[in-house]
């Protein structure tokens, strides 16, 4: 057996994703030495491979472009998503967390421009955000590379390729974490003197975890992402007593980047388009329900294909190009001259008009500068549904401690990003996982660093808004009836 490496440090982070980068980031800011572990061998997580979308609300961007956004406005947004979604999921929003995230997201926009990261433009939403805040990053890279520089900051100590195991809990108290090395199974065993933060991200990519709380067949529907989004953080913290909230909340969603999307259109098996390719994901997935067979297609020119060869590889079904578009009708089994018409009304529109809302479905989100689908060969990509990202995670204080199932703050214990169950269910708004996870993330780096007494709770709700399971237990008993005589 191994002798078993041992570090320790003030904060020891799970993950570089979003949350944990920013985590880290916060910590060290705070005086506190830092271990972090990452089971890749990069930081960034998903949002290095994503499109880049992030929402802020009441930004120097939106003032500098005339947008007045506050706190109300986007608690008034995030309440109208969370609504729609409790037809479909069982949901529970922490008004306090999507607060938090409302007041400190302007600070994230500060921190992220000042290291580098440019905003190119705002993606309009209007259906989701009534206010223009979704900003599109330049290079999603971007994002890693500001925070590249903290991982050699003294006092951090970064592993890559090593997977946390356990939690080791001493005196009731979260006291460090175990895990080990991917390449030899080598053993590490981390000391943490003030806190953990769980940054692990979602459990997306496990569908074995995903089936105890959705249907088998719904839990090993595709995935679009990393593969280290194994749920890790969250069966750690539950091991501990943590309270998980929003588990069935894996929203379906037609498997696109969405910077593909906006140089597409989506055609069905007449070849016709036959919806707003870039609105709320749940509608794109019902109007795909309602097309023969669910077959329909994503029909992109050269120039675009070229440009998005990475992110459109990287879809479920591989593309079908051909050097004219009544060539890829019949690849794809479509009638010729309705693809050519349909593809030709969108040009027209694109070309013809200043107007920015699509007349037939209302889009709003066009291709950058306009530009047409005229440049032979053109390239159809299957629609396919799946899942790219998770809402479940743990009950937090406004201090981003884990809560258990009795209400009670874990001592030692964050949690950020997807390991948060609170803010996720408003992320249909758009642009909400990786700037919460930034955002949410600083707020635990700094917590744990602060957390000298082992006690938590520096300005912490300990309910945060949501009800505890001891709560809940305890509703349920006053629903049975009164004994009778």
């Given at each position: 057996?191994?002798?078993?490496?041992?570090?320790?440090?003030?904060?020891?982070?799970?993950?570089?994703g979003?949350?944990?980068?920013?985590?880290l980031?916060?910590?060290a800011?705070?005086?506190a030495?830092?271990?972090?572990?990452?089971?890749?061998?990069?930081?960034?997580?998903?949002?290095?491979?994503s499109?880049?979308?992030l929402?802020?609300?009441?930004?120097a961007?939106?003032?500098e472009q005339?947008?007045?956004?506050?706190?109300?406005?986007?608690v008034?947004?995030?309440?109208?998503m969370?609504?729609?979604?409790?037809?479909?999921?069982?949901?529970?929003?922490?008004?306090?967390?999507?607060?938090?995230?409302?007041?400190?997201?302007?600070?994230?926009y500060?921190?992220?421009?000042?290291?580098?990261?440019?905003?190119?433009?705002?993606?309009?939403?209007?259906?989701?955000?009534?206010?223009?805040?979704m900003a599109a990053?330049?290079d999603?890279?971007?994002?890693?590379?500001a925070?590249?520089?903290?991982?050699?900051?003294?006092?951090?100590?970064?592993r890559?390729?090593?997977?946390a195991?356990?939690?080791?809990v001493?005196?009731?108290?979260?006291?460090?974490v175990?895990?080990?090395?991917?390449?030899?199974d080598?053993?590490?065993?981390?000391?943490?003197?003030r806190?953990?933060v769980?940054?692990?991200?979602g459990?997306?990519?496990?569908?074995e975890?995903?089936?105890?709380?959705?249907?088998?067949?719904?839990?090993?529907?595709?995935y679009?992402?990393?593969?280290t989004c194994?749920?890790?953080?969250?069966?750690?913290?539950?091991?501990?007593?943590?309270?998980?909230?929003?588990?069935?909340?894996?929203?379906?969603?037609?498997?696109?980047?969405?910077?593909?999307?906006?140089?597409?259109?989506?055609?069905?098996t007449?070849?016709e388009?036959?919806?707003?390719?870039?609105?709320?994901y749940?509608?794109?997935?019902?109007?795909?329900?309602?097309?023969p067979?669910?077959?329909?297609?994503?029909?992109v020119?050269?120039?675009?294909?070229?440009?998005?060869?990475?992110?459109?590889?990287?879809?479920?079904?591989?593309?079908?190009?051909?050097?004219s578009?009544?060539?890829?009708?019949?690849?794809v089994?479509?009638?010729?001259?309705?693809?050519?018409?349909?593809?030709?009304?969108?040009?027209?529109?694109?070309?013809?008009?200043?107007?920015?809302?699509d007349?037939d479905?209302?889009?709003?989100?066009?291709?950058?500068?306009?530009?047409?689908?005229?440049?032979a060969?053109?390239?159809?990509?299957?629609?396919?549904?799946?899942?790219?990202?998770?809402?479940?995670?743990?009950?937090?204080?406004?201090?981003?401690?884990?809560?258990?199932?009795?209400?009670?703050?874990?001592p030692?214990?964050?949690?950020?990003?997807?390991?948060v169950?609170?803010?996720?269910?408003?992320?249909?708004?758009?642009g909400?996982?990786i700037?919460?996870?930034?955002?949410?993330?600083?707020?635990?780096?700094?917590?744990?660093?602060?957390?000298v007494?082992?006690?938590?709770g520096?300005?912490?709700?300990?309910h945060?808004?949501?009800?505890?399971?001891?709560?809940?237990?305890i509703?349920?008993?006053?629903?049975?009836?009164?004994?009778t005589?």
């Open positions: 057996m191994p002798e078993v490496e041992t570090l320790d440090a003030d904060v020891v982070v799970l993950g570089t979003p949350a944990g980068m920013a985590a980031s916060a910590a800011d705070e005086g030495s830092v271990v972090v572990l990452e089971a890749m061998d990069h930081i960034g997580g998903n949002a290095v491979w499109t880049g979308y929402a802020f609300v009441d930004s961007m939106q003032r005339g947008l007045v956004d506050d706190e109300e406005t986007f008034a947004d995030a309440r109208a969370v609504d729609e979604a409790r037809d479909r999921f069982g949901v529970e929003w922490d008004e306090d967390l999507v607060r938090l995230f409302a007041r400190e997201s302007a600070e994230t500060r921190l992220l421009t000042e290291r580098g990261v440019r905003f190119s433009r705002f993606i309009p939403r209007p259906r989701q955000h009534t206010v223009d805040r990053v330049e999603s890279w971007m994002l890693g590379r925070f590249a520089p903290d991982t050699t900051r003294p006092g951090v100590t970064v890559y390729g090593t997977v195991d356990r939690l080791v001493t005196d009731g108290r979260v006291t460090g175990r895990a080990h090395r991917r390449d030899d080598a053993p590490l065993e981390v000391t943490a003197r806190g953990v769980l940054a692990t991200g459990y997306q990519s496990n569908p975890l995903r089936r105890r709380f959705q249907p088998e067949v719904v839990a090993r529907a595709p679009l992402g990393i593969d194994r749920g890790d953080g969250h069966l750690l913290g539950q091991a501990v007593g943590g309270d998980l909230v929003n588990m069935t909340f894996v929203p379906p969603l037609v498997i696109v980047s969405s910077s593909v999307v906006e140089d597409a259109i989506a055609v069905n007449a070849g388009r036959f919806h707003d390719e870039a609105g709320p749940e509608e794109r997935v019902d109007r795909l329900h309602e097309q067979g669910r077959r329909a297609w994503y029909v020119d050269d120039e675009v294909f070229r440009e998005k060869a990475t992110l459109i590889s990287q879809m479920p079904e591989p593309p079908v190009s051909a050097g578009l009544p060539e890829l009708a019949a690849a089994g479509v009638p010729a001259a309705a693809l050519e018409g349909t593809v030709a009304r969108w040009n027209d529109f694109l070309a013809g008009t200043t107007d920015d809302r007349p479905f209302g889009r709003v989100v066009l291709p950058p500068g306009r530009r047409t689908c005229t440049r060969p053109f390239t159809a990509v299957p629609m396919v549904e799946g899942i790219n990202f998770c809402c479940g995670g743990f009950r937090v204080t406004t201090d981003l401690q884990v809560l258990d199932v009795f209400g009670d703050a874990i030692g214990l964050f949690a950020a990003g997807d390991c169950g609170g803010l996720n269910p408003v992320s249909d708004l758009g909400i996982h700037s919460g996870g930034f955002t949410l993330g600083r707020v635990a780096g700094r917590a744990a660093a602060r957390d007494a082992g006690g938590g520096h300005g912490s709700v300990l945060a808004g949501l009800p505890s399971m001891l709560d809940t237990r509703a349920l008993v006053r629903l049975d009836p009164e004994p005589s």
